[in-house]
């Protein structure tokens, strides 16, 4: 009888690690993220469809997982193991779409219910109604078949898995589910395909997960058999795999023929080797307990690395948001600076101060000013976006989707006419433009005059108040005009509220314009409490064992 660790506080610490560890992302493209997201993807397999129901189930029956490239004939095997045709085999390759688990009728309500595999809807015959070639039901869900046969032993589940190099990508993402949900890992290679790579990183897998392993050595030629078999165990051995139970097929008829059966000789050492795990109960418990503790001590190296491309993705993300916040303070700060200046007042805005009051109205002359004061504001976010493009083209993270602008045209030519930022500036600066000339109504209406129709016109206090503010010296006149026509007093303070009013709706253009480019970093929700977690998960898990 198989004594597992089925304590409620371990269950519950892995029920945490697990979420844990689902709630990490990467979605920054940094040269770690697609193996981070692999190992993630790995790691929940192994909880979800093998450690946690082992541990709540160690009575269950035994599943070993048949894996290997395309055309290794693990179908052939499978089939040959259970004495009947229940996996198709075949030369056309890619053969196994579907996976097949066979178990004894007796123990088919172990796989049944989603105890194990529970991503994979179950179908019960051969082929289903809707159910297509390449394993996806009528509604996109993945299948598992489940066979029965009374010629298999009570207590052993063989599961035929896809191609692990499959031209299906999502087939190949299943394969490797599906070894994750193993207590034995059966994998299968040829005499010609051997030292191929794909088999080798499984291999080494199940070696650094401490796994309980076999392999299977097929389709070998009669005359080179002992040849093979010599180098293939060298392969073995200096991988640190040499104690690995290994057979050997030998190459027969019924091997390339699509019959889908072997003599029973022919696979008689690994059916024996089988079955002495499932019963002989020593056998039984070593077999479960090394491939479920060898993987809670893998999360003892598999934990802290997910935590570290968590941390990865989190400084990326700091030094994305750091080179926003750099560019939009220097633009601020130099805006600041070209606005005490007087840059405001140039081009059109300085050539209708000049004419005015002769040759242009208070309007026409708060027009040009507002136009000017907009002019100034797009190029700080302009020159604030490339800098931040010159600066993230340096970082790999930057290369998600929808971070760089690619250039101010590319980028004004993606938006609608109502959210450019021309359009967004256009209407902070008409609000600017508005309250400035309700403040100067404010302070004509407060104006103490007996004759009030001596009262100077508020838009000529606005005019006025404008180009003062936005003039620097070259409004000097602007600011005594100002104060001849409200007086010292009133114009002193009706400048210190304009002054205010114009930081202000300079603070919200810049901030709104960074926060904007900042939004599609934020989306991604990249923070750096996901580290914490996972190692604090993985330290209550360790004091459980």
Known sequence: MVTLDVRPQLLDALSALRERVAAARFPLPLPGAPRARTNRDELLAQLDDYLVPRLRAPEA?????????????????VNSLVGQQVSEAGVLRPTTRTPVLVCHPEDQHWFSGMRVLPQLTRVWVRRREGEGADGVGPDGERLLRVETADTLPRGLALLDAPDIDSLVADNRVLAAELICAADVWVMVTTASRYADAVPWHLLRTAKEHDATLVTVLDRVPHQVVGEVSRQYGALLTKAGLGDVPRFTVPELPESAGGGGLLPATAVEPLRVWL??????????????????????????????????AVAAQYAAALRLTSAVDDAYECEHARVRERLQAGAALAGDALKRWRAYPLDCGPGELLDAIAESLEALLLCAVTAADERIDNAWRREPAAQAPGLLHHGRRAETALYEDDDSPEHRIGVAVRRWRRELEEHAEDEVRALDRADKSALPDAEVVAALLATALLGGRRARTAGETLAERIGAHGALRLRDRGGRLLTDYLDKVLGAERERRLAPLDALDVNPEPQAELIAALSVLQKER
């Open 61 to 77: 029956p035994l599943l070993a997982v048949v894996g290997g490239s395309t055309g290794a004939g693990k179908s052939t095997l």
């Open 275 to 308: 079955e002495h795990r499932v019963q002989e109960p020593s056998s039984r418990k070593q077999a479960i307990e090394r491939t479920a503790y060898g993987v809670l001590a893998s999360l003892n190296a598999r934990m802290p690395e997910l935590a570290a």
